[in-house]
């Protein structure tokens, strides 16, 4: 049966990634409630900002079950303000912001500096078969520690930041720093959708 795959409805890309997800060919269904929480086979972390995202799982009552939902082994796809989402610890927060956790990364936000706020750049995914992926940056944050059962997926090549690691994952957690959900190009989306396949 075909997975449902939920999108964080609290802020950002939301559309965004129920149109790639719609592109690949799953059912989606936007999550703001636990009820919703529950009925999904996978989520999506969109990218937006991270500190109104939590603030608005604050309020919605959502911070404590997304977090118990993770630690049961939902899988989840963060990207950019998603992957700050799902970092256990983050640098360059807001005081005491609060994440989901779930990976065993330290992230940090608006990391690439002002000359590089937003770029783009072409990235082998491991993974990701065919030509590189067109990546869009938008004051992104980078992962800058992993423990040891984190999987780095892929790194900057070119530019200034050289070498920092921008899309790992860890059991059923996939993050990366960029916006998937802005381009065509769906394979991020379509390997996120396998790893929910094979989740028993
Ligand atoms: N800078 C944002 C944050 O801290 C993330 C940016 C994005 O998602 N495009 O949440």
Redesign the pocket.
């Known amino acids: 049966m075909s997975p449902v795959i939920g999108v964080l409805a609290l802020q950002?890309?939301v559309a965004e990634h129920v149109h790639a997800l719609r592109a690949v060919g799953v059912s989606t269904k936007e999550v703001r409630t636990v009820d919703e929480l529950q009925s999904v086979d996978g989520l999506v972390l969109?990218?937006?900002?991270?500190?109104t995202?939590a603030r608005l799982a604050g309020i919605f009552e959502l911070l404590e079950p997304l977090r118990a939902a993770i630690k049961d082994g939902l899988p989840c796809f963060g990207?950019?303000?998603?992957m700050?989402l799902l970092a256990d610890r983050v640098l360059d927060?807001e005081v005491d912001q609060p994440t989901f956790g779930g990976m065993d990364i330290t992230v940090r936000?608006?990391a690439f500096g002002r000359q590089v706020d937003s770029f783009e750049t072409e990235l082998e995914i491991s993974g990701i078969a065919g030509p590189p992926m067109h990546a869009v940056f938008?004051?992104?944050?980078w992962i800058e520690e992993i423990g040891p059962e984190v999987e780095v997926l892929a790194r900057v090549t070119e530019g200034p930041a050289e070498g920092r690691i921008v899309a790992a994952s860890q059991g059923n957690v996939m993050v990366c720093s960029f916006?998937p959900e802005l381009t065509s190009d769906t394979r991020l989306h379509e390997l996120f959708v396998q790893k929910v396949k094979g989740t028993p």
């Open positions: 950002g890309d969109p990218g937006g900002e991270s500190t995202i990207s950019c303000a998603g700050i927060g936000r608006n938008i004051r992104a944050p916006h």
